[in-house]
């Protein structure tokens, strides 16, 4: 999209408001998609709901290529946001439940890390397709987006449902063959599913269906839980990454560069920066823990964000070509450092906690409320950035968000458990231990599970 508007503005002749909106709104529409996708998987399962929202994006997509005016351009733009919504919200989820305990903080990195390839290909596609004529370019740009989602489309006739979700279902014997796949030993498999069966009959024990209720008027445990998963995800998205990505044009020209052949190549130098540095947490994830990176992360942004703050400060006052190249080269070089602290912690690390920490019975609505948090954020920065950056220019706004990165710090070292090789039920436990009030049933789980090891 960021390469897009720029041609959609020219070629539809939409305003500066219409823009943030056409934008923005993705996010904000993504998470109607969300909120009807947590009670969709929890009926029809996790693979099912991921597959409905792929073919609600291609059929956002196909709409917005083909669109002949911006009304009809901003329904395919509504339409795939809820694609997004709808798949997007339970990928984590799913992955988290079919993955071992050792390699689960990895494999739930893998939608951030698809993400980030993603972001590189649609710079890369806006480079390719900018030489075109303008009526067609974007259209271009936009359209290719299909084939990914196609490809999603047909992965589905081969992976397996989420054994959790099967034993949700009283599907053992299903669960179980799931199981052999993912852990390979007997031994593991039947203790595995002995410890989700025990996490699914904690869930159940109250007697009642999983309700949005329960979420907003939690138990402490849960609030716990609550604070800590969507937390994360508003604070991944108010430090300003979704304007750094989509607004990356804007930024450059206010750095000083006119052509915008440059702007889009500047932009491809993000996208590949972005999407080299998700592979450290790829490694990292499982050995060095979560809130490592976590700091790490939002340590990095921090500086970076007020870098960027200080070369679109100072560019108007820099005179002479080696001192205006000099602070091209400082924005460039502060937005993809702040692209790169973000892939290593706050983008694939928030995807992992929202998925670990919330129990089996209330885990896919839980995340989709985080979801929801998560991408109002979003959208609120993505449709006010240009109207902020006119109030307060373009470098106030990277100071703005620098002092949210510093608050991310603080809230990553009071509010978020560490929860590196742990399964998905120890997590649970961990967190429900600081509740008091434990009903009868968690206390004989808790039992249970003692007594087992002790015995092993």
Known sequence: MSGAILYIHKDLHITEVQQEIFVGCLSVISLIGGLIGGPTSDSIGRKWTMGIGAIIFQAGAVVMTF???????????????VGIGFGGTISAVYIAEVSPAVSRGTLVSLPEI??????????VSNFAFSGLPQHYNWRIMLGV????????????YKIPESPRWLVMQNRLEEARSVLLKVCGKGEEVEQRLKEIEEAARVDTSCEKKASYRELLFPSPAVRRMLVAGCGIMIFQQITGTDATVYYSPTIFKSAGIKSEKKVLAATVAVGFTKTMFILVPLFCIDKVGRKVLLYVSTIGMTVCLAILGMALALQKHLSGMVMQKFGIGLAIFAVCGNVAFFSVGMGPICWVISSEIFPLRLRAKATALGQVGGRVSSGLVSMTFL??????????????????SALAVVFAKV???ETKGKTLEEIEMMLRGGDQKLDQADVESVKTKQEMESKS
């Open 415 to 417: 509010c978020v458990p």
């Open 67 to 81: 669109a002949p005016s911006f009304p009809v351009l901003m329904f395919g733009r509504l339409v795939t946001g």
């Open 145 to 156: 987006g299909i084939l990914p989602a196609v490809f999603i489309g047909i992965t589905f």
């Open 114 to 123: 698809c993400i980030n390839i993603g972001i590189l290909l649609g710079y």
């Open 387 to 404: 109207s902020l950056a006119r109030a307060m220019s373009v470098a106030g706004v990277f100071f703005l968000f620098s002092g949210l």
